[in-house]
């Protein structure tokens, strides 16, 4: 059964993608083995490079994809099994999700009414005057106003359009986003306005969210708790201030070390780290799997690491005294 | 300072206006540009999309799209005006003496040839070189990039490298022609944190060895930190700030540079974002006056209506805002933005 502790909990969460046949069969494993949790009103946020099977795992979750193996339960409720229409209902009422790619992901051929009221009338919202005051009501939250429900996305700016998306998100009032690399198509001066829009709407909602992001300052202005994947897997979930000031696992270092710091008295001279899993880890004897070094922080790795890990921290309290 | 003061100015972009001419009407991309670029050093060129900085770096290497019309200005460089050159004559230049690092490492190669084919045509097209030699030199040079096994990697085709190795790929045939400036376009943009990092650090050896003078293009401040000894940011079309790093990072004057740099979380920020309302504006009719003055929140009257020179603070540091002259009223800038220098430079003495 699943921890009530948690909004939504992963267990175990695999989704492999197959290509070829016979001896040109291919397994990729997007996301393998994963397993978390995000309590109620909390930002989880989700970072790694590119091709780590980050936005697999988004996508497997809200059942763009089917999971290979491994459950997802969101409020106690079993959301990975078999794809029924009560299901589908279910997800679309307590989950949205925002895009990356803010021109993609709106129908260039939809007013930005059509595009943000489509949820409300799949969910049988027929009166027109209902759906458009919501929508007028949704457009003022984000930003917009209410001239603009008569346009089509391509007149609006590259921030704009993420707007767009967020009201179509948020009217179905879900209980959870997920947001896929929100910002990250966006100018840094927009970024900024987006990232702010957002923090407000989870107030005033108290949503929970699933961040995923590659931008590590980004991350970790606006999250909670953060995990970092690697390879489909994930390798360290703890709260922000924690993996950032003590970083176990080398993958995470490696990545922390890697950011440009806007600091030309430091940037120059930054060490950086290098992570290569065969020589960084020796898994020949010991099986690495999931350990809590301290409270709420989770390292992939095996026992002798672990114990190496724990060491780490206890040093770095002394050293903090 | 003053050492870098004497060394000699090798390109030199004297109040340059862009224009593009479109259906809407004529777009003034570029607005006066004027920066030099002494020899060994790098300077950045910050701004966000739309203002104009990868503009002004086609008109130095002569690839403006043929609506574009450089309506005044010079482009200074070995005693020849770049601007007025023919395409002929910019043969002589484009890949020999200034090279060009694209953002999209993908769609700067071809990808039905091999890599290595392709570093060969360009040093047998600039450098004249037989098969034979070229060859060898296309190796050597993807070795110098740090492309491991070479002979391999030689025949094979861009789909089969990663990113990074592709734009190392790309590194390697700007250098081919054996150029003394190299400009890089957003060379990592589209890469991750782990790679862009190693691409840096590639840039930076290069440029050692080869005492290249490098034109960088960016708009992301820890990259500027990383690479340059000068920044200049750019708005609408205009160089607003310029000014060596440690002056646009820590004393920084324009209020657009303000919210530049406090509208980005780093690691330890908490508070709310700084963020700029509005979008910039529409180069086709540009606002009188300073173009930020709408967006800026410390605008004074005069912005709206008369256009602020580049005011002198140091020798080597210029604002282009009235906030500067000495009858304005006195206006410091966000007190987030100062707590967040003060960290830096504390973090700078921690770290020696």
Redesign the interface.
């Known amino acids: 059964m699943s921890d009530s502790t948690y909004l939504l909990e992963v267990k175990n969460l695999c989704r492999h993608f197959t290509s070829g046949r016979g001896k040109n069969k291919l397994v990729v494993k997007a996301v393998d083995n994963v397993s978390f949790g995000v309590k109620p009103a909390e930002t989880f946020g989700l970072v790694g490079e590119s091709g780590c099977g980050k936005t697999t795992l988004g996508r497997t979750i809200i059942r763009l994809y089917d999971p290979t193996s491994g459950q997802v339960f969101f409020n106690g409720r079993e959301i990975s099994g078999k794809m029924t229409g009560e299901l589908r209902r279910y997800l679309t009422e307590n989950i949205a999700m925002i895009f990356q790619d803010p021109i993609e992901s709106l129908n260039p051929r939809m007013t930005v009414e059509e595009i943000i009221g489509e949820g409300l009338k799949v969910r049988g919202v027929k009166d027109k005057a209902e759906i458009r005051r919501r929508v007028v009501e949704m457009l003022k939250k984000v930003g917009l106003n209410e001239e603009h429900a008569t346009r089509y996305p391509h007149e609006f700016s590259g921030g704009q359009r993420q707007r767009i998306g967020i009201a179509r998100a948020l009217i179905v009032q879900p209980k959870m986003i997920i947001a896929d690399e929100p910002v990250s198509a966006l100018d840094v001066s927009i970024q900024a306005q987006v990232i702010n829009l957002l923090n407000d709407l989870k107030e005033e909602f108290g949503l929970t969210i699933l961040f995923i992001a590659h931008n590590l300052s980004v991350v970790k202005y606006f999250s909670d708790r953060i995990g970092v994947m690697y390879y489909g897997r994930l390798v360290e979930v703890a709260r922000g201030e924690d993996l950032y000031a003590k970083p176990l696992h080398p993958y995470t270092r490696a990545l922390l070390s890697a950011i440009p710091e806007p600091n030309p008295l430091t940037a120059r001279n930054k060490k950086r780290l290098d992570y290569d899993p065969e020589r960084d880890h020796d898994y020949s004897r010991e099986k690495p799997e999931m350990v809590e070094i301290e409270p709420e922080h989770f390292v992939y790795c095996s026992p002798s690491e672990a114990a190496r890990y724990r060491e780490i921290c206890r040093s770095a309290v002394k050293a903090g005294d | 300072m003053a050492e870098r003061d004497k060394r000699d100015v090798i390109l030199q972009v004297k109040d340059l206006n862009v224009s593009f001419r479109t259906y809407g009407g004529i777009v003034r991309a570029v607005r006066g540009v004027t920066f030099d670029l002494r020899r060994g050093e790098t300077v950045a060129i910050v701004g ?2 739309g203002s104009g900085k990868s503009v002004t770096i086609k008109a130095i290497m002569g690839i403006l799209p043929s609506n574009a019309t450089i309506e005044s200005g010079e482009i200074l460089y070995g005693g020849m005006d770049l601007t007025k050159l023919t395409e002929e004559e910019f043969h002589n230049i484009r890949g020999k003496r200034i090279g060009l690092i694209f953002q999209d490492p993908l769609s700067a190669l071809n990808p039905i040839m091999k890599v290595g084919n392709q570093i060969m045509e360009a040093l047998i097209l600039s450098q004249k070189m037989s098969k034979k030699a070229a060859r060898q030199r296309a190796l050597e040079l993807m070795e110098a990039v740090g492309i491991p096994d070479v002979e391999r990697r030689f025949n094979q085709y861009p789909f089969q490298f990663s ?1 990074g190795m592709r734009q190392r790929i790309v590194i390697a045939i700007a250098l081919a022609g054996d150029p003394e400036i190299l400009i890089c376009d957003e060379p990592t943009t589209a890469l ?7 691409i ?2 590639l840039i930076n050896k290069i440029k050692e060895e080869r005492h290249l003078s490098v034109i960088f293009i960016t ?8 690479m ?1 000894d000068r920044v200049n940011v750019m708005y609408a079309g205009k160089i607003v700030e310029t000014g060596t ?2 002056e646009v ?2 004393e920084p004057a324009h209020p657009y540079t303000w ?3 406090s ?5 330890e ?2 508070e ?6 509005g ?2 504006p529409n180069m086709i009719s540009p606002p009188p006056g300073d173009a930020f003055s709408v967006r800026n929140r410390y605008a004074l009257r005069i912005d709206f209506e008369k256009e602020p020179p580049l005011f002198k603070i140091t020798d080597t540091h210029y604002a282009a805002t009235w906030l500067l002259h000495p009858k304005a009223p006195r206006v410091e800038m966000p007190e987030a933005l100062k707590t967040r220098i003060e960290r ?2 504390r ?2 003495v921690g ?1 020696e």
């Open positions: 966000e999309s990113g991750d944190v782990t790679v862009q990092a190693r840096l650090e708009h992301d401040l820890g990259v500027v930190a990383t340059a790093s440690e990072f820590f919210a530049l740099l509208s980005m979380p780093d690691l920020t908490k709310r974002l700084f963020s700029i309302p979008t910039p830096m430079r973090r700078a770290n």
